[in-house]
């Protein structure tokens, strides 16, 4: 429970609900009977973190140990922070108030590049140092997870650890062996350098960077026994894996107010611009029936209304039909809605659309990526124009009147012509709608278009590639708008300089630590809200420090640069990666794997299974 301090500060902020804990499902211990605290730090808003699964996943996971607990920590907003600054209140957790200083483990998940600065500025609330080499003694250890840590080296200097790959397993591993540690009284140096042997920790104290004199990265080198390469961890078996039985129901609305429940991880298709297609590979399906009483067992602990079937591509789940039936036959009577993100435009089957429309109608969202069928050929999108016409077709004549499209621009190989494909795109699925006869009557139709910047990515066939520059994007993104002629078509452009920013950090090496402190010692935090974001503060800071930005986002390696994420593995092999990268120059497909195999490697990770896997190898 928040003191009287805190209480005071609250009415001066907005949201206070975000700062009080206390909610439905939060999980409360003795802190005098168990061995070791867990501060889980997700650095953005409430509101955003709230909505993660992975948090929840492993609150709970933590919690269900009678040895550890498990409080949640978000990114106090900028009022909160300056009240918590003027009153000399430290960053505490929610369930016990208490500051996360006095924890023992301080975990961040890191989802998005431009929270590192809240990662920074979460640390120094806490009065703690941000430098792990300032951070002496054996506890708080101060480790990172999540998508972001797949190139964790512009962060090496702020993290004790990182935590390669899925966290299920690897952070009851660490909880274990830091448990064991305090007890044995060991120092710092000694519990990191035996957290090192445990697969899929990454310790980065442990390695020396070096550079060539252009400036790239010549080698990162282990020091002492530390192996060479740090391999990501998986769970193999989903269906046996750690699944809550609830969720901490928010008190204030959030960004996705829902239950949400997983169904497979990986993904199938291969786009070669999406990370999360690539690094959490190899394919794992759930059953039906552990879906099914998954998402029973949540609604009935938290009083939802809305399950999100969560994954990277739902329609690609292998056993859909059954899926949707069984939900169907219980959630229609409790007026449930299920929800569906992540659908594709080719594989949506229209007895599917109906079953869904029965609970509750909504806009339907579908990500063509490109405007034409050369560039959706170059990136391995495998969608043509006729799938997402007849998709469209069909939700139209079942009662849909919105459609949502998702597109990229600045990808490899682009021309105007294909940035002007997608204003042709959208509006041939205006067309579609006033020209179907089954059509609803008397409404009409819109059509939004999201037009993102292309970020490269760490573990994807374009990490070699260049990101356009400002002014080629904003050039582009002047031409879309000039492209759509027509009132039902609505585009909204992502900002520019954010995404330039996220390359930097996506392909940086160690060198960007320094850049990142002193942006963030600037003033710099919240960089993705884009009325936080003060990019002529980092643009500032880059040239103060003689770093150029245009060389980590605006260049394009090549295949035999020394990458600085080179000694990380996470499955998918790098010359499976140049294969794709250069079929794509060529505008050639690569099958999805349910079709043909490309080898990519990811299922040595499984001891050589992969639900996915075919007989054929490319």
């Given at each position: 429970?928040?003191?009287a301090?805190?209480?005071?500060i609250?009415?001066?902020?907005?949201k206070?609900?975000?700062?009080?804990?206390?909610?439905?499902?939060?999980?409360?211990?003795?802190?005098?009977k168990?061995?070791?605290?867990?501060?889980?730090?997700?650095?953005?808003?409430?509101?955003?973190?709230m909505?993660?699964?992975?948090?929840?996943?492993?609150?709970?996971?933590?919690?269900?140990r009678?040895?550890?607990?498990?409080?949640?920590?978000?990114?106090?907003?900028?009022?909160?922070?300056?009240?918590?600054?003027?009153?000399?209140?430290?960053?505490?957790?929610?369930?016990?108030?208490?500051?996360i200083?006095?924890?023992d483990?301080?975990?961040?998940?890191?989802?998005?590049?431009?929270?590192y600065?809240?990662?920074?500025?979460?640390l120094?609330?806490?009065a703690?140092?941000?430098?792990?080499?300032?951070?002496?003694?054996?506890?708080?250890?101060?480790?990172?997870?999540?998508?972001?840590?797949?190139?964790?080296?512009?962060?090496h200097?702020?993290?004790?650890?990182?935590?390669?790959?899925?966290?299920?397993?690897?952070?009851?591993?660490l909880?274990?062996?830091?448990?064991?540690?305090?007890?044995?009284?060991?120092?710092?140096?000694?519990?990191?350098?035996e957290?090192?042997?445990?697969?899929?920790?990454?310790?980065?104290?442990?390695?020396?960077?070096?550079?060539?004199?252009?400036?790239?990265?010549?080698?990162?080198?282990?020091?002492?026994?530390?192996?060479?390469?740090?391999?990501?961890?998986?769970?193999?078996?989903?269906?046996?894996?750690?699944?809550?039985?609830d969720?901490?129901?928010?008190?204030?609305?959030?960004?996705?107010?829902?239950?949400?429940?997983?169904?497979?991880?990986?993904?199938?298709?291969?786009?070669?611009f999406?990370?999360?297609?690539?690094?959490?590979?190899?394919?794992?399906?759930?059953?039906?029936?552990?879906?099914d009483?998954?998402?029973?067992?949540?609604?009935?602990?938290?009083?939802?209304?809305?399950?999100?079937?969560?994954?990277?591509?739902?329609?690609?789940?292998?056993?859909?039909?059954?899926?949707?039936?069984k939900?169907?036959?219980?959630?229609?009577?409790?007026?449930?809605?299920?929800?569906?993100?992540?659908?594709?435009?080719?594989?949506?089957?229209?007895?599917l659309?109906?079953?869904?429309?029965?609970?509750r109608?909504?806009?339907?969202?579908?990500?063509p990526?490109?405007?034409?069928q050369r560039?959706?050929?170059?990136?391995?999108?495998?969608?043509?124009?006729?799938?997402?016409?007849?998709?469209?077709?069909?939700?139209?004549?079942?009662?849909?009147?919105?459609?949502?499209l998702?597109?990229?621009?600045?990808?490899?190989?682009?021309?105007?012509?294909d940035?002007?494909?997608i204003?042709?795109?959208?509006?041939?699925?205006?067309?579609?709608?006033?020209?179907?006869?089954?059509?609803?009557?008397?409404?009409?139709?819109?059509?939004?278009?999201?037009?993102?910047?292309?970020?490269?990515?760490?573990?994807?066939?374009?990490?070699?590639?260049?990101?356009?520059?400002?002014?080629?994007?904003?050039?582009?993104?002047?031409?879309?708008?000039?492209?759509?002629?027509?009132?039902?078509?609505?585009?909204?452009?992502?900002?520019?300089?954010?995404s330039?920013?996220?390359?930097?950090?996506?392909?940086?090496?160690?060198?960007?630590?320094?850049?990142?402190?002193?942006?963030?010692?600037a003033?710099?935090?919240?960089?993705?809200?884009?009325?936080?974001?003060?990019?002529?503060?980092?643009?500032?800071?880059?040239r103060?420090?003689?770093?150029?930005?245009?060389?980590?986002?605006?260049?394009?390696?090549?295949?035999?640069?020394?990458?600085?994420?080179?000694?990380?593995?996470?499955?998918?092999?790098?010359?499976?990666?140049?294969?794709?990268?250069?079929k794509?120059?060529?505008?050639?497909?690569?099958?999805?794997?349910?079709?043909?195999?490309?080898?990519?490697?990811?299922?040595?990770?499984?001891?050589?299974?992969?639900?996915?896997?075919?007989?054929?190898?490319?």
């Open positions: 429970m928040p003191d301090k805190l209480e005071r609250l009415d001066a902020v907005q206070p609900g975000r700062y009080t804990g206390g909610e439905l499902n939060s999980v409360v211990k003795d802190k005098d168990v061995d070791l605290r867990y501060a889980f730090c997700f650095p953005d808003t409430y509101e955003i973190g909505s993660h699964l992975g948090m929840k996943i492993l609150y709970s996971l933590v919690n269900a009678p040895d550890a607990w498990c409080e949640r920590v978000f990114a106090p907003w900028i009022d909160m922070e300056q009240q918590m600054r003027n009153a000399g209140v430290p960053l505490y957790a929610l369930e016990s108030g208490d500051p200083r006095d924890f483990l301080i975990g961040f998940t890191l989802q998005y590049e431009l929270s600065t809240n990662m920074l500025n979460m120094d609330l806490a703690l140092p941000v430098r792990a080499a300032d951070r002496t003694s054996l506890t708080p250890i101060v480790a990172a997870g999540g998508p972001c840590v797949c190139n964790p080296e512009p962060i200097a702020f993290v004790d650890l990182c935590m390669l790959g899925e966290g299920e397993e690897v952070t009851n591993d909880i274990d062996l830091l448990i064991r540690h305090k007890k044995m009284g060991s120092d710092k140096q000694t519990f990191l350098r957290a090192a042997k445990i697969p899929g920790i990454y310790v980065p104290s442990l390695y020396e960077a070096s550079y060539n004199a252009d400036g790239t990265v010549a080698a990162v080198t282990p020091i002492g026994d530390a192996p060479a390469v740090v391999r990501k961890r998986i769970v193999s078996d989903l269906d046996s894996m750690f699944c809550p039985s969720f901490v129901v928010p008190s204030i609305e959030v960004v996705h107010d829902r239950t949400t429940t997983e169904i497979f991880r990986g993904c199938i298709r291969g786009c070669r999406c990370q999360a297609g690539f690094i959490y590979r190899p394919i794992r399906e759930k059953s039906p029936d552990v879906i009483r998954q998402c029973r067992e949540i609604c009935d602990n938290t009083g939802y209304d809305e399950i999100s079937l969560c994954s990277l591509s739902s329609s690609d789940y292998s056993h859909m039909e059954t899926l949707i039936r939900l169907i036959s219980w959630t229609d009577d409790e007026k449930i809605n299920v929800a569906l993100p992540s659908l594709r435009a080719d594989n949506f089957p229209k007895d659309m109906e079953k869904l429309a029965g609970v109608r909504s806009s339907l969202t579908f990500a990526e490109a405007g034409t560039l959706r050929d170059a990136i391995n999108k495998n969608v043509t124009e006729e799938e997402v016409l007849h998709t469209a077709k069909q939700a139209f004549s079942g009662g849909w009147t919105a459609v949502k998702y597109f990229m621009m600045g990808l490899p190989t682009e021309t105007d012509e940035v002007q494909g204003a042709a795109l959208a509006q041939k699925v205006v067309d579609a709608y006033y020209y179907n006869p089954d059509k609803p009557k008397g409404k009409s139709v819109t059509v939004s278009i999201s037009a993102s910047t292309f970020v490269p990515k760490p573990f994807t066939p374009f990490q070699w590639e260049a990101q356009d520059d400002t002014p080629t994007i904003l050039r582009k993104q002047a031409l879309l708008r000039e492209s759509i002629h027509t009132r039902k078509v609505n585009l909204s452009c992502h900002q520019s300089d954010t330039f920013l996220e390359a930097v950090f996506a392909r940086g090496d160690r060198r960007l630590a320094d850049v990142l402190e002193q942006a963030w010692r003033g710099c935090r919240f960089d993705g809200w884009e009325d936080q974001f003060r990019f002529d503060l980092w643009v500032e800071t880059f103060a420090l003689g770093a150029d930005m245009a060389f980590y986002a605006n260049r394009r390696r090549e295949y035999d640069e020394v990458l600085p994420w080179d000694h990380l593995d996470y499955g998918v092999s790098k010359n499976y990666l140049r294969r794709e990268s250069e794509a120059r060529r505008s050639l497909t690569t099958p999805h794997c349910r079709t043909r195999c490309g080898g990519c490697g990811a299922d040595k990770l499984n001891g050589g299974k992969c639900d996915a896997r075919c007989t054929a190898v490319d």
